[in-house]
């Protein structure tokens, strides 16, 4: 089977603040979205790559390609869509245009997550063996509320039964476009995350552990967590070439 990475790269960062949206800001004199290009492109098991981008940003994004897509997998942009769902519905009409949905899979993942490890890519495609969809998730360590008006705690949800979702998350493509063609045209705009579309299209889908250190960068604690770490992993790769 023929597995297309969506890399979601659409996202204006307005959280973090400035004008240029954090996967295209630069950690290490490369961009943040070259991090997780570069792992996708390396790995045996993805075979092509679509990227969700705003026409502004293009150009920026094709230098990128250029230097990070080591083996040429990138098939082409898609159009950001009004929301993340929509935008991902606009990534997967687009890779059918050379995928089959029968076959075929596609694993979604976010341009603002750098960390992403080849372990990670592999554990989540091994996975979807016999199943629909595969979501990485971490545990939750804090207790967690449910509060109603945002103000008053309403109840305790049991943390045990409780996962964050992380990504990348891999569907069987077909399946999966279909899940979010019956979610038009009013639906998909209340979807937060991709896995939701998939579990209210009825499929089966399979939760795996995640990654600590695959997070998104949204803060701009994030973004320093980030640079810390290239930091200093430019200072153990000194020492070693010493």
């Known amino acids: 089977a023929m597995n297309t990475a969506l890399i979601l790269s659409g996202g204006v960062g307005s959280r973090l603040g400035g004008d240029m949206p954090k996967q295209y800001i630069e950690v290490g004199g490369r961009m943040i979205l070259s991090y997780c290009l570069e792992k996708l492109s ?31 997998k990138f098939r082409g942009f898609s159009t950001p ?24 899979t596609v694993l979604i993942h976010d341009g603002a997550r750098p960390c992403l490890s080849e372990t990670l890519i592999t554990a989540c495609i091994e996975a979807l063996n016999g199943h629909d969809g595969v979501l990485p998730v971490l545990p939750m360590k804090d207790t967690v509320y449910v509060s109603s008006d945002g103000r008053r705690v309403s109840s305790l949800l049991n943390r045990g039964e409780i996962f ?18 019956r979610l038009l045209p009013h639906r998909i705009f209340q979807i937060n995350g991709s896995t939701e ?19 998104k960068i949204t803060t701009r604690a994030d973004l320093e967590r980030f640079r810390e770490f290239i930091s200093q992993k430019e200072d153990t790769m000194g020492e070693i070439s010493k």
């Open 197 to 215: 579309a998939a579990v209210l299209g009825g499929m089966d889908i399979v939760m795996i552990p995640g990654d600590e250190g695959n997070y």
């Open 81 to 104: 869509g009004e929301n993340r769902q929509l935008s991902i519905y606009n990534g997967l009409r687009d890779i059918l245009t050379y995928a089959s949905g029968t076959d075929d």
């Open 42 to 72: 390396q790995h045996p098991k993805v075979d092509a790559i679509q990227i969700v981008a705003q026409e502004t940003w293009r150009g920026l994004v094709q230098s990128c390609l250029n230097n990070y897509d080591i083996n040429k």
């Open 164 to 181: 964050a979702g992380q990504a990348p998350e891999v569907f069987v493509l077909g399946k999966y476009y279909e899940a979010n063609e």
